[in-house]
């Protein structure tokens, strides 16, 4: 884990000032301690302590929204995972008055089993099954700053006291957390900057920075959960997502007790694990950046941030790519990796339009861990290749978002006139006016394609999967085929080698995108003298 992301920790908290210009701005996560124990809360919510009979009379006749989960303790946070149901607060509090007893009950019959070398405990345990566990108090609005939602539990914010390092901030809301049994949330990213305090109980933190987000999986950004992780926390199937069983190579922990809390900037991931009867409040409040950025002011925001992604993917500053065409994949891409690789030139950066030869501008990548590890291409994209690399990332996008379970096209008996290598072939196919990537692929020179794939492998890697595994239709696959053919026959065998080596390291499973390439053909070729 680099030093620069490593979560500090604060015995003393430090001043607004102090966490205004050195904490913040770093955007990483930091605890501090003893945040909340000068907290009437801290002193008056326990439950050890007659905290429950504290909250029933100040709030029982409140009504909260429950969160509630077949799948508990996991409490996943699409809304096809979890149900939000009206419930009296005071109703909640009794399930977990309810559970202190049994488990105090428990415990003493587990002492007297010690004392008396028995070990009959089942009836114990099966005295909790009367106590729910499926449910769970979140983000339950105590303060909101949007007058149109209503706060539930506002008489409490007099137990709260406003933590010195946020006085200066304009906060956007405080919510409770509660929960009667262990409960653990999916993994996920919060819009605001958060200040998790702990009032009661105990909570450990598993936390990603942004960077992580491939090895995550996050869920489509035009879903109701962009903020979740795909994954989930128990079973999580590899083979669906191969790379989040090294996600906690970027993982950092914090355990929180009670009167400790945690800054957890926007964007960082993060899963909270919550032992029993665990309480904590939380802070919301736009970052800096966010409160500069208005919102008539977006689309030149929008366009600094292309044009610095624009040079960082060249080189040679003076060389940008089109940035129509990088707005369309900002607004479009749902599906590619957050890393954003960097071109480079030959000759120390400059084009080399002296020799345009596919092999002379192979020959020069690295091993494949070199070419990991630096993320470079070597290619630079001509306007045809843009405009290709812009229509194949575009249908990509619109038929994932259209419907996950939508079916390759239907191919149409029509006669075409297939050339290459000065032979004409007479074949059967699609209308390629039904089949726009197969007419894509048709059209393209095998160079300029070829330059298209060793983009889509290097920067849109999930893009390119997508398209060949769930996109590519029969007909698709069989001009994909031919086309690879033309430029097997423009190419040096080790200048071959080394560009199939790039595009099929795009794929989770190499085995799998050939077979589906293969596949269609095989269907292609049944439809044709079927």
């Known amino acids: 884990m680099e030093e620069c992301i490593q979560i500090r920790r604060y015995e003393e908290l430090p001043s607004a000032k102090d966490f205004e210009s050195l904490i913040e701005p770093r955007n990483v996560p930091a605890v501090f301690c003893g945040c909340t124990k000068g907290w009437r809360a801290f002193s008056q919510w326990n439950p050890s302590n007659g905290g429950l009979d504290y909250l029933q009379a100040r709030v029982g006749s409140c009504m909260v929204e429950a969160m509630i989960s077949t799948s508990a303790p996991v409490f996943y946070g699409d809304l096809g995972s979890h149900g939000r149901v009206p419930l009296p607060f005071?109703?909640?509090?009794?399930?977990?008055?309810?559970?202190?007893?049994?488990?105090?009950?428990?415990?003493q019959h587990l002492d007297h089993c010690l004392a008396s070398q028995t070990h009959d405990t089942e009836h114990a345990y099966l005295a909790l099954e009367g106590v729910p566990e499926q449910i769970y108090l979140a983000q339950v609005p105590i303060m909101n700053s949007d007058r149109q939602e209503r706060v539930q539990l506002e008489t409490l914010r007099?137990?709260?006291?406003?933590p010195p390092i946020l006085a200066a901030k304009e906060l956007s809301s405080i919510n409770l957390w509660m929960n009667n049994a262990q409960a653990k949330s999916s993994?996920?990213?919060?819009?605001?900057?958060?200040?998790?305090?702990?009032?009661?109980?105990?909570?450990?933190?598993?936390?990603?920075?942004?960077?992580?987000?491939?090895?995550?999986?996050?869920?489509?950004?035009?879903?109701?959960?962009?903020?979740?992780?795909s994954v989930a926390l128990e079973n999580p199937d590899y083979s669906i997502y191969p790379r989040a069983e090294c996600s906690m190579e970027f993982a950092q922990k914090v355990v929180l007790e009670a009167g400790d809390a945690l800054f957890i900037p926007e964007g960082w991931f993060h899963q909270v694990d919550s032992d029993d009867l665990t309480i904590a409040i939380n802070f919301w409040w736009r970052s800096n950046i966010m409160s500069c950025m208005l919102e008539h002011m977006d689309a030149y925001y929008l366009r600094r941030i292309l044009r610095r992604e624009a040079i960082c993917l060249f080189s040679n500053p003076s060389k940008f790519i089109e940035l129509n065409y990088l707005d369309q994949l900002l607004l479009n891409l749902g599906m590619g990796k957050t890393r954003m690789c960097a071109y480079k030139l030959p000759n120390n950066g400059q084009a080399n339009h002296a020799d345009e030869n596919d092999s002379q501008m192979l020959k020069g990548m690295d091993s494949k861990e070199n070419r990991l590890k630096e993320g470079n291409t070597l290619i630079e994209l001509e306007p045809a290749a843009v405009q290709v690399l812009h229509e194949l990332v575009s249908l990509v996008h619109n038929s994932v978002s259209a419907s996950q379970d939508q079916q390759s096209l239907s191919t149409s008996v029509n006669?075409?006139?297939?050339?290459?290598?000065d032979k004409c072939e007479k074949i059967v196919t699609a209308d390629l006016k039904d089949d726009p990537v197969a007419k894509i692929l048709w059209e393209v020179e095998p160079q300029t394609l070829q330059h298209v794939f060793l983009a889509m492998a290097h920067n849109f890697p999930r893009t390119l999967e997508a398209l060949v595994l769930h996109v590519l239709s029969p007909v698709g696959a069989e001009v994909l085929t031919r086309k690879f053919d033309e430029m097997d026959n423009q190419t040096l065998e080790e200048d071959r080698n080394r560009f199939y080596e790039v595009f099929y390291s795009a794929f989770d499973d190499q085995?799998?995108?050939?077979?589906?390439?293969?596949?269609?053909?095989?269907?292609f070729?049944?439809?044709?003298?079927?």
């Open 90 to 107: 005071s109703t909640f509090l009794a399930f977990c008055k309810k559970r202190m007893q049994v488990e105090s009950k428990h415990q």
């Open 187 to 229: 993994t996920h990213y919060d819009p605001h900057h958060n200040l998790l305090c702990i009032v009661s109980g105990c909570k450990q933190v598993t936390l990603w920075p942004p960077s992580a987000s491939p090895s995550l999986y996050p869920m489509p950004i035009y879903g109701e959960a962009s903020n979740h992780s």
């Open 525 to 530: 070729t049944q439809q044709d003298y079927g």
């Open 158 to 162: 007099e137990d709260i006291q406003m």
């Open 511 to 523: 085995s799998v995108a050939m077979n589906s390439i293969l596949k269609g053909k095989e269907s």
């Open 415 to 421: 006669d075409y006139q297939l050339v290459g290598n």
